[in-house]
């Protein structure tokens, strides 16, 4: 399975799209309007969340910049901007994203979120794409930072976010890590208990 995540990764598109279908859920703009609806969000150049309203008024759409935060399924988005999209893989090119929306795993002294998007070939009509999460990392306030899928680029990374809890560096030094190791990795050190 790793593998495939590895693979699919080196495929990532320069422009890439991240569609989801209406689903209900909240939102919050940046004006202070609050609802409830249903929504969806589009991921890369056209980033926005898309609102559906009743049939006479059809559909209203915010842009990263008009949006405070949003949820749906339980799940929680906010917008993000000016970060480097790096993978970690040889050979793979590195994106800039100006602007658009990140899952938040894990808030505290360290933020960890997790970015979306669709790779594979985008203009053949009967493709279908593979949906590829990358994760973020960052301290309240300060830039992204983008975790390579590759363990021996992802350990200093993530050590230096976690650096004065030695008993964590020493843990991602031994580990492999995937998603679910780095998320309990963020939220022990969050929680700010010393083992």
Excluded: W
């Amino acid at each position: 399975m790793r593998l495939l995540y590895v693979c699919l990764a080196v495929l990532l598109p320069s422009a890439c799209l991240a569609q989801r279908e209406f689903t209900p859920g909240s939102y919050e703009l940046l004006d202070g309007t609050k609802g409830e609806g249903e929504l969806k969000y589009s991921s890369g150049m056209g980033a926005e969340l898309i609102l559906k309203t009743n049939e006479k008024k059809g559909k209203s759409s915010f842009s990263p910049k008009q949006v405070k935060s949003f949820k749906v399924s339980n799940r929680l988005f906010v917008p993000v901007y000016d970060f480097e999209l790096n993978n970690g893989m040889p050979l793979t090119p590195k994106y800039h994203i100006k602007q658009d929306f990140a899952e938040v795993l894990d808030t505290g002294k360290v933020e960890l979120l997790k970015y979306t998007l669709l790779v594979g070939n985008m203009k053949d009509k009967y493709s279908r794409g593979q949906y590829v999460g990358l994760l973020l990392i960052r301290r309240r306030g300060e830039q992204l930072v983008s975790i390579p899928l590759v363990d021996k680029k992802a350990r200093p990374i993530l050590s230096s976010f976690v650096k004065d809890r030695p008993d964590i560096v020493s843990f991602i030094n031994q580990e492999a890590l995937d998603e679910d190791k780095i998320r309990a990795i963020v939220q022990e050190y969050n929680s700010g208990q010393i083992k």
